[in-house]
């Protein structure tokens, strides 16, 4: 089982709609990552959360420590936002991040 | 400073050679970190350097592979003896390691190695 797990693995959805990426992880963590990848690789780091909800422009995330879960939701869904989206956690004392495989978004016009 | 920069962005070699990549991160951070995206996956960790010291090796680091950052700047990334399983994009990240446990780390474009 992988350490981080995120759930749709593809995600096509209509201009204008609300979608949500979920995120799971099996290990106890200091901080979880929200990173948007386009094609030809670059990463942009989105979120870092360690508790609670942060919000910025049309993205929230929020996340659960208790539950192990964190969500990512994009409101007013633009086909701008078409990307891999990567959960990442970093755990104990460990500088590094562990990735979850992404979730592909595509937002149609 | 534009942030992390990566050379060459993409490298074609035949099984065999060797390469070596470089990365440039943002000039004030002290940790430096090199990831590898397969496709299809998200990012594995490979190595990480706390200024000239390199403090973490994943398992998936073998020996023909070699990371050095001297002076705590630039780093290079060497694999010796390619395999055609080495084909990957080669992520290099760097963040500035204050008090904090966890901080955002800042990614390069990344170096995409094809083996033949």
């Known amino acids: 089982k992988n350490e981080v797990e995120q759930s749709p693995q593809n995600l096509t959805a209509q201009e204008g709609e609300f979608i949500t990426i979920n995120c799971s992880y099996s290990v106890g963590i200091s901080a979880l990552h929200w990173l948007q990848q386009h094609p030809g690789g670059g990463i942009v780091s989105l979120f870092m959360?360690?508790?609670g909800k942060k919000k910025h422009g049309r993205l929230i995330a929020t996340i659960n420590i208790q539950e192990k879960h964190s969500s990512l939701h994009i409101t007013a869904s633009h086909p701008r936002d078409s990307a891999v989206y990567i959960c990442a956690v970093q755990s104990g004392s460990a500088r590094q991040l562990t990735f979850g495989s992404g979730t592909q978004l595509t937002v149609l016009p | 400073d534009t942030g992390v920069s990566q050379n060459p962005r993409h490298k074609i070699t035949k099984r065999g050679q060797n390469v070596t990549f470089r990365c440039d991160p943002i000039s004030e951070h002290n940790r430096l970190y090199w990831y590898r995206q397969t496709l299809g996956q998200g990012p594995e960790f490979l190595t990480y350097f706390q200024n000239e010291a390199q403090l973490e090796k994943s398992r998936l680091l073998s020996d023909r592979f070699s990371a050095e950052r001297p002076k705590g700047s630039f780093s290079t990334l060497e694999i010796q003896r390619t395999e055609q399983g080495d084909s990957a994009m080669y992520l290099c990240?760097?963040?500035f390691g204050g008090g904090g446990a966890y901080n955002e780390q800042f990614f390069g474009p990344g170096t995409r190695l094809t083996v033949l």
């Open positions: 959360l360690s508790s």
């Open positions: 990240a760097s963040s």
